[in-house]
């Protein structure tokens, strides 16, 4: 069966300071990825989304980048990181299929704090 | 630009009611449409898909209608328990595209 995970589950940063987010996807192969963000109180923002290794469509134009080093590997990054960076990120996965379905299975999240 | 709204107030029902939630959208015109519940400091859980062509689909408790007239789906959860409580989601979308979520509606279900 397919697993999702997604670390580090928490972390507190103060500005400036660089980020990694790591997703990692095991049971299958060659899927879409994708990278959310939910403010407090908010929707789910799409981030960034990829369809193969180092293929990244960027939907929100911000100081954030996402790579694809390996095909089931996602990692999300910051250089310089801002208060407004502060929220829940979430990665999510779905099956490389020409499908109507297109069900995303979302990671635990990562809860990052930015002071 | 694709719009979607869901009540953002939250929605307060007693145990064993239905509850009823609406998304609505605008500027486009999905071919699906999906339902996901969302718990607190996890991530969201996919419940339901609906297609354009399917007026109304059924899961245990669950029900999602989709007036694609009125660009609309309305989420029931019949005889509603604590265990409900939860945001839930909607995201329409066509084949391929990238799944956009509206901001999702909180329901507390009191005993």
């Known amino acids: 069966s397919q697993t999702i995970h997604q670390w580090p589950a928490t972390l507190v940063q103060p500005v400036g300071s660089p980020l990694s987010l790591e997703c990692t996807v095991e049971?299958?192969?060659?899927?879409?990825l994708y990278w959310y963000r939910q403010a407090a109180g908010r929707g789910l923002q799409l981030l960034f989304y990829?369809?193969?290794?180092?293929?990244i469509s960027s939907e929100v134009p911000q100081n954030l980048s996402a790579s694809r080093p390996q095909d089931r590997q996602f990692i999300l990054s910051s250089k310089k990181l801002l208060l407004s960076d502060s929220g829940f990120y979430l990665c999510?996965?779905?099956?490389?299929?020409?499908?109507?379905?297109?069900?995303?299975?979302f990671g635990a999240g990562s809860r990052l704090t930015v002071l | 630009s694709q719009k979607i709204e869901q009540n953002s107030e939250a929605l307060n029902i007693q145990e064993g009611k239905t509850a009823t939630l609406t998304c609505n959208y605008t500027?486009?015109?999905?071919?699906?449409l999906q339902w996901y519940r969302q718990d607190p400091g996890r991530g969201p859980v996919f419940l339901l898909l609906?297609?354009?062509?399917?007026k109304e689909k059924r899961k245990e408790r669950l029900k999602v209608t989709f007036d694609t007239t009125l660009k609309q789906s309305l989420f029931h959860i019949t005889a509603s328990q604590p265990a409900d409580s939860a945001t839930y989601l909607c995201?329409?979308?066509?084949?391929?595209?990238?799944?956009?979520f509206g901001q999702g509606t909180e329901l507390s279900v009191k005993p």
């Open positions: 999510a996965w779905r099956p490389q299929q020409v499908s109507g379905a297109n069900v995303l299975t």
């Open positions: 049971g299958t192969s060659n899927p879409n």
């Open positions: 990829s369809v193969g290794i180092g293929q």
């Open positions: 500027n486009y015109s999905p071919a699906y």
């Open positions: 609906i297609r354009e062509n399917e």
């Open positions: 995201a329409p979308y066509n084949q391929g595209g990238k799944l956009i």
